[in-house]
């Protein structure tokens, strides 16, 4: 009687700990997985703060850039940029240090002698993985592309050289039937030249403005707002012709200078809703030139979920206690995540250059990892 009691009794706190929620012992794991994890960004990123401060020191110093702005508008961006970007490498380390630690003080063993199967061990890792697919996700699409706006801009200034603020024969569709043509524009100025606005209705023109000068009116408070000098407009009515000319008129125009004069690592400034609109709008117009930001679009919610992948693949191989210590397993799993970064590259460069659609090309990495995933999974400790 006491053995079939003591047995139902061993079943149930078995069945417990497999169905309970997050108990003492999935607490304590999120604590060492996310706590390494911070550790380690902060450990990397400020080693990679002093390698760059390292290579560019020359270009601030031969572009004259103030301490303030070397200090507050780039590395203050940059460390949160940069440890985002790179957030699959950091998870992967962090998942195989602390876990290859559990498994040579045996408590891996211990847990599994209690009952507690690998799936059931997976639970608080998973769940850690949901915390910082979550923060990389909000972080990536609405914070630090704030921020992005000071970095790029420092870089376009202080870092590289030549950056383009001309361009000319601009051509686009910036509203419904209304077509606008700017020969040269130059962004320092904010000012184009040989400037026309053809309006059509069932595709028949009904209005022609034509201007030498066109200026954008960055000092205004709302969108759009564009100076026009020196113009001739004429209306088309049927057989008859209305001629309109003036000096000046402040107008509005649907297209900005970003919409035509594109930096390099514009697309990083734009939060997930703005890069959505910039993307849909300029695909309106017919402006080819968009691939960049359609693969920043996609990679934003790709890297983010690549925290479940990398965090099941570290787990699987580190889980099991090995003579030689955490040496294969971190240097499988070192590989393993850069071989991942490179992945990611070479499948961005082929959507940007190519005919790979971005959504396809920001997925794939995912999904060849995720096949990697449950083939360790074969071979985890059961």
Known sequence: MRIRRRYNQNKFTNWLTEHSPVNRLDRYIIAKFLGTYFFSIALIISIAVVFDFNENIDKFLSHNAPLSAICFDYYLNFI?????????????????????????????IAMMSTGMTFPRLMRPYMISAAIICALTYTLGAYVIPRGNVKRVKFENTYRRKNVQTYTRNVQM?????????????DDVTKTGTSFTLDKFVNKKLVSHLQSSVIQYD????EPYHWIVRYYQERNLQGMHEKIVSGTQLDTIIKMEPQDFLITKGQQQTLTTPELSEY????????????????VEYWQRGANSFAAFILTAIGLCLSAKKRKNGMGISLGVGLALSFAYIMFQTISSTFAINADVPPAIAAWIPNLVFALIAMYCYRFAPK
């Open 80 to 108: 949160p940029y940069y440890s985002n970007l790179f957030s699959q490498l950091f998870v992967f380390i962090s998942v195989i240090f602390f876990t290859t630690k559990l498994a040579e003080n045996s408590e891996i």
């Open 173 to 185: 569709e910036v509203d419904t039937g209304v077509i606008a043509y700017i020969g040269t524009y």
């Open 218 to 221: 960055s000092l205004s408070e």
């Open 279 to 294: 993307i849909d709008r300029q695909k309106a117009r017919g402006f080819a030139n968009i691939k960049e930001f359609e």
